[in-house]
């Protein structure tokens, strides 16, 4: 157990629809990361978060936003969903940002299926 | 931008050692990762190398040459538990985020 929550576990929706992932990162962790992993692909970095502002951008599409609240939960909000969405969403977190942050805390992921 | 290539499968047998290498082409980076991710499971962080050279831990190491652009990830005494994807990392200076590699998937065989 990282220490890292996700909700849900699992999310079934149509396409055209909005969703929203929640993340509660590691007890003391200020920064959040928001990863898509597609089947059988690597993690693709979308979003991180440090302390309620935005760090970095990844590859995250413009229908995919994301914020970190005042006590650092996060959610992900993805709309107008298309099929090509369906995949593993993860959030991680870590202590610092930046060059220290290699060593990052995943939660057990949100799989997506858009049908 | 950064790119990292490591081959898509390995096989090996209990007992034995693999090793699993990593070749990155990044602008500026702080350091090569890698972590093991069982299927259905979430990525578990094993090492990381800012300095060249070799890091362990436990039946696990970890090597980077910065010179060579190259790392790699030594697993001894397989065990059956250690069947899973592993990805090599690179922490960029200028993005300040991870950026994986596509995994190696291990198989370990009795």
């Known amino acids: 157990d990282s220490g890292v929550t996700q909700t849900p576990k699992h999310l079934i929706t149509a396409t055209g629809q909005r969703v929203t992932l929640r993340c509660s990162p590691r007890?003391?962790?200020?920064?959040v990361y928001w990863y898509q992993q597609s089947l059988d692909q690597g993690l693709q970095f979308l979003i991180q978060y440090y302390n309620g502002e935005e760090r970095a951008k990844g590859n995250i599409l413009e229908r995919f936003s994301a914020q970190q609240f005042p006590d650092l939960h996060s959610e992900l909000n993805l709309s107008s969903l298309e099929l090509g969405d369906s995949a593993l969403y993860f959030c991680?977190?870590?202590?610092?940002?930046?060059?220290?942050?290699?060593?990052?805390?995943f939660g057990p992921g949100t799989r997506l299926t858009v049908t | 931008g950064q790119s990292l290539e490591q081959p898509s499968e390995v096989t090996a047998v209990e007992g034995a050692i693999v090793q699993i290498n990593c070749t990155y082409q990044?602008?500026?980076?702080?350091?090569l990762s890698w972590y093991q991710q069982h299927d259905g499971g979430a990525p578990t962080f094993l090492s990381y190398n800012g300095l060249d050279g070799l890091e362990e831990t436990g039946r696990f190491s970890s090597f980077l040459s910065r010179s060579d652009s190259y790392g790699y990830l030594l697993l001894q005494e397989l065990q059956m538990k250690d069947s899973a994807s592993y990805f090599c990392a690179v922490m960029d200076t200028g993005r300040r985020a991870l950026t994986f590699g596509s995994g190696t998937r291990l198989q370990v065989q009795p």
């Open positions: 007890s003391g962790d200020l920064s």
């Open positions: 991680a977190s870590s202590v610092e940002a930046g060059g220290s942050s290699y060593e990052q805390y």
């Open positions: 990044t602008s500026g980076f702080y350091g």
